[in-house]
Structures are given as C-alpha cells and as structure tokens.
C-alpha cells in the first residue's frame, strides 16, 4: 500500500516533503508509530537509530514488530515493517547508539528535523545539544502511561530539553529496607533484593537480614547479636542467604518461616525500633490452599492476593525458579525481569507477605509490576497521540511556521475545560539561566581530533588564538578535566590526543581562565582536512576575549585563501529567556525513572584528586563572573567570522 497525497498538502509543501530529510532517534513505542505516519504521509528520505533489540514485552503495542522479529535489531526490522506502507520510499536504518561519535554535529547539519522518541536522559541530552549545535529543528516526544508530551526545540525560539532540571530518582536506606519499611516499595525493593540473594548475581550491599547495624538499634539491639561475632560493619557473621537456601534445597516452607517468622523475631528484639512503630507479627507459612477459582485469567493481576494465596504463589514460584536456575551452566545466575512471570510471582507474594506483617495495605500484581524500579507501563494510544502530534508539528516546521508549534500535553483526566489533549497558547521562551542554551560567548574550533594533541591545542588555540593565560578545560556534561591550571598538572595531557580524552565531533568544552576570571564555551567540530598542528576558529559575535573584531577581520583578510572559500560553521548566540515544564518519559514498554549520571572523580596519573567542575545548575565559583554582554550592535550582527 503506497502513499498517495497528492492534492492533500499544497504544492510547496509536498515539494518539501518529498526532499525533506528526516532523522527518527527510537524505534520503540513512539517511534514505531511516528515511522508510519511519516511513510503514510510520503516522505522519502528517512534515518532511524536504536540499539535495542525487540523483546516480548514489546509486542503488545509496538506494532511493526511480530513475534518472529524478537531477538532482531528494532531498527532494521521498523525499516522493513514500514516499507511494507509505501516500498518507494528510502529508510536508512542504524541499530547504534545515536551517543557514538560517529553521530556528531556534522552528522545532524544533514537533516532538516529530527525527531525523538527516546527512553533515557543521556541520549536525550546528547541529542538536544546536537541540535542545538547544528541549529537543527528538534520535535521532542515522550509518553508516561497516559500523560504525554510533543514540544519543539529550537535554539534562541523554544526552551531547550535541559532547561528544566529533571527529578532525580528516590533512594531508600538500606535500613529501612530491611528494618522498618513503612511503604509498599520498600518491602517490593526488599522482594527485588531477595530475588538477587537466592537466584540472581549475589550483591552484599543488597542483603535482606536483619540490620543490626541500625543506628535506631542501639541500646538493647538483639541480645542475641551481641553474643555473636560481629563482622566490621557490625552485622553478625552467619551464613549466607543462598548457601542456606542451597543447603535446604530451596524448600519453600523453610524458606518462608526464615524470612518471614524467625528474621522478624529477630526485628522484635531490636526494642529500640519498635518504640514509636507499630511492631510487625512474625508469619509462619501456611499451607491452606487459596481458591485459584478467584484469581484466573485476568483476576490474577487485577485482584490483591489473600495472604493464603501469597503462600501458595511463593511456593510455587520459588520451585519453579530453582528448576530454572539449576538447568543453567555451573556459574550462571538468574536475572530478575518483570516479564518473567515466575520472577514477578515471586516479588509480588514477597512484598505483600512483607507488608501484611508490617501492617502496610497490599496490592495487586499489576501495580506491584507497576512499581518495581519505579516504573509505569506504556499505554499504546498515549503514543499513537504523541506521535500523531510530532508530525503535525514537524508539517508546521517545514512551512516555516514554527510559532505554532505550542507545546501539546496529553492528561489521563480532563482539565477544566474538559479537554485531555491540552495544547500551549504561546510558545515559551527559553530559560535564561541554562548553561546549555542560554546566551554565553561561544567559539566553534574545527580541528582533526585524531591528530592534534592536547598540548598543540592548549597552546595554539587556547593561549595564542583565544589569548587565555591559565585555562583550566572540562568536556562538557561528563565533567571530566582535558586541561588544568593546578601548579604540576598544567602539560599532564599534553601529549595525549584529542580524541584520547574523548573530545569528539561535536562535544562541547567548558574553558575557564582564572588569571581574569572569565569563561567561554567551545563547540569542536572534526575536520579530517585539519593536521594535527592546523585548525580554524570560527567567533560568535563578543566571543573572543582578548581580540577586537577589528582585528579579528584585520587577520582574516590577510589570510591568503578568502574567508568566503573557506568552510563555515554559523553558531546563533541570540536567545531570549524563560522557562517550561518538560515530561520525563519511557517510549518503551516501561517507564523507568532514571537519575542523572554523577561526575566522576577525577583524578590524575600521580594519584592527586583534580578539582571538580561545578555542576551546570549550581552557579559559578567565586572567582568567576560574568563577561560582559556584547553590544546591541554585536548582537544584530549575524557575520560569522573566520580566522586560521
């Protein structure tokens, strides 16, 4: 079935569709459907990139994929799949990570839109700061059950994607995990921990005895404990979970009475906890059986458990999971996976089991599922919305009428004004304040990463170039030091090349000079043509620190190849401000609640700990400030300027 709109859209923008060049970055829930509307409205030239391949779980509304296709590669078969709509049409599919460096900013300058449809924030920040860089229209998608969203990023017109922080994911103490949980999670968390410890990758840090380290069990902690020897940490010395479980071989009665009765008499000794707690009542296993009547079909996930039928459940999910287990290689361990129903049997009757002695309400299996690593399943028509909206969005860009392309939000219940598809009045500006998309002197440097090093670089185009005394040089978002202006450590790297230091196409280096406090931001753009002693500096209007424009141009004029020959790079520093809401989401079958990658430590060959980079919403250390804003007339001057 071709697609045939001729006479659906006007001439011009049939024109334009028909050339456009389209990137799609997921191929999962939202991408699926975004690829076949993009088919169905004849576009002809389209890239799509994931690393995923299908799994099971996605079936249920990822509909280019079939049973015959898990295991294989999401973007490959979402190509074939959808040529099946319109076979004239060219799609190039890449099963990668759109972060390799192979996707730089040049890669991106390719395409005319690009649209997301991703499920984790490194991917998503790598992405929105490619085009930022390559001044490429992006239309941001993202679902979260039934919430949604479709937003247009547009450097200088709409907020960017990191402009509003994103929440970090909820931690719990390993104490109140294994003490004193007061919460469903927490006893769903201690399941997932149980799982590990008898038939999964052992984790210590994951260990669900009794804590007798509990700062709150000081005093009479357990007489019992303090009669035994103690490891470092002060927990007693016993056999471990598995070994034990191992030595019984997995009888799920034993097992039982050892988690729930004879590890929570132990709680009990722990007086000091209970003091302003309701104590929890140890459980014996029972082995009435439940009325599976009661809970067949889709009663099994919808209905909450009897406590007789959580028994029952983890009886028969544990001996299920110890045939599995003990049918792989010599070594080999299960992984928990929330599609795997004996593993979310298990989890299920544990955490409810637990919160019944706990005296906390239970749940059923489908919103245990639901919270197991803080998660929310996928709702297929929230995407199927979501990415009707991305082209009608992306139909407004390429008839240059960004302005309205408001922000959509998709809602499980109506507003005010009963509407559950909620589209913006007016675009919002962009957050003055984000260090990644507002208004900062910024230089574009083409240079051959594979060949330069970062001595040349330092001295060539930081000192002599850009005039800084004592740059100190951090790559931008993995927060890892390239340059620094510590006594020692100034030529550390020198003979290290660029791209050794994982500076690549398109990676942006944050340049401090504390000699007089002042910052600017590089964009490194390889360029192959480029030794590895050559480069080119291409200037935002401000951005040089140290050169005047006039003697910026004085210098480009006397080059002896014209500046006008020469490649060019134009990077917009003209941005208003504000800020906006954005959707955290999961395309996939899940949503996951992700937490941002932290720094690392950084610390040099001799041993000494580097000095860490601020993060990008903290402000800036003391001895920085502010450079000063360039002219009205720099800022209405759009030249870029090209010097060697």
């Not at 990139?49 to 799994?55: K, M, R």
């Not at 260990?207 to 009669?227: M, N, R, Y």
């Not at 020897?229 to 191992?246: F, I, L, M, P, Y």
């Not at 059923?364 to 009707?388: C, L, W, Y």
Request: glycine share 4%.
């Amino acid at each position: 079935m071709a697609a045939l709109l001729d006479g659906v859209f006007e001439a011009e923008l049939q024109k334009k569709v028909s050339t456009a060049r389209i990137l799609v970055v997921g191929a999962g829930g939202v991408g699926c459907e975004v690829l076949k509307n993009l088919v169905m409205c004849a576009f002809q030239n389209i890239e799509i990139i994931d690393l995923d391949t299908i799994e099971v779980s996605n079936l249920n509304r990822q509909f280019l994929f079939h049973r015959e296709h898990v295991g294989k590669s999401k973007a490959q078969v979402a190509r074939d799949s959808a040529l099946a709509f319109n076979p004239d049409t060219n799609i190039v599919a890449h099963h990668d990570s759109i972060t390799d460096s192979k996707f730089g900013v040049t890669y991106f300058q390719g395409f005319d839109v690009v649209l997301n449809a991703l499920d984790n924030r490194v991917a998503r920040n790598h992405v929105n700061r490619m085009c930022l860089t390559a001044k490429v229209p992006l239309i941001e998608t993202g679902t979260s059950g039934y919430n949604g969203q479709v937003e247009l990023i547009q450097k200088g017109v709409t907020p960017c994607y990191e402009c509003t922080p994103k929440a970090k994911e909820k931690t719990y103490p390993g104490c109140t995990i294994r003490n004193t949980p007061s919460e469903l999670i927490h006893c769903i968390v201690w399941a997932k921990h149980l799982f590990n410890q008898l038939f999964g990758e052992d984790n210590a840090d994951e260990d669900v005895s009794p804590d007798t380290a509990d700062p709150e069990a000081a005093g009479e902690a357990g007489q019992e404990a303090l009669s035994k020897k103690s490891n470092d940490v002060g927990n007693v010395e016993r056999q471990s979970t598995r070994s034990w479980a191992q030595s019984i071989d997995y009888d799920s009665e034993k097992l039982f009475n050892k988690l729930f009765h004879d590890d929570i008499k132990y709680l009990l000794s722990m007086a000091n906890l209970w003091k302003k707690r309701q104590p929890p009542e140890p459980l014996k296993f029972s082995s009435t059986d439940a009325q599976n009547g009661d809970y067949e079909g889709m009663a099994r996930d919808q209905k909450v458990w009897s406590l007789e039928k959580s028994c029952q459940v983890f009886a028969e999910a544990v001996s299920a999971l110890r045939s599995t287990l003990k049918a792989l290689p010599a070594g080999d361990t299960l992984v928990w996976d929330k599609d795997d129903a004996d593993a979310m049997d298990f989890v299920t009757a544990c955490a409810n089991v637990r919160a019944s002695i706990f005296h906390i309400p239970t749940k059923n299996r489908f919103e245990v599922k639901s919270m197991a690593g803080n998660i929310i399943p996928a709702i297929a028509t929230t995407n199927a919305i979501a990415a009707g909206v991305a082209v009608l969005h992306l139909l407004k860009v390429l008839r240059q009428q960004m302005d309205k392309c408001q922000s959509v939000y998709m809602r499980l219940r109506p507003n005010p004004q009963n509407q559950i598809i909620v589209k913006e009045k007016f675009l919002t500006d962009p957050n003055p304040n984000c260090a990644v998309c507002s208004v900062k002197p910024q230089i574009v440097v083409r240079v051959n990463v594979a060949e330069m090093r970062v001595g040349d670089f330092r001295k060539a185009v930081l000192i002599e170039k850009l005039g800084t005394k004592t740059p100190d040089v951090v790559l931008d978002g993995k927060g890892s030091i390239v340059i620094s202006s510590e006594e020692g450590e100034e030529d550390l790297n020198d003979d290290k090349l660029l791209q050794d230091m994982g500076i690549v196409d398109g990676c942006i280096l944050k340049v401090d000079d504390f000699h007089d406090d002042s910052q600017i931001t590089l964009v490194v753009v390889n360029d192959e043509k480029q030794d590895e002693k050559s480069f080119q500096v291409i200037v935002d209007a401000g951005a040089e620190k140290k050169m005047p424009e006039e003697e910026i141009l004085r210098e480009a004029e006397e080059e002896e190849e014209p500046v006008s020959k020469k490649p060019r790079m134009e990077v917009d520093n003209s941005v208003p401000g504000s800020s906006k809401q954005v959707v955290e989401d999961d395309d996939d079958d899940l949503e996951i609640v992700e937490s941002d990658d932290e720094a690392p430590v950084t610390v040099n060959s001799s041993g000494k700990k580097r000095k860490q980079p601020p993060e990008e919403e903290e402000e800036p250390v003391e001895k920085r400030k502010k450079i000063a804003e360039a002219s009205q007339a720099d800022e209405e001057d759009d030249d870029v300027i090209l010097v060697e």
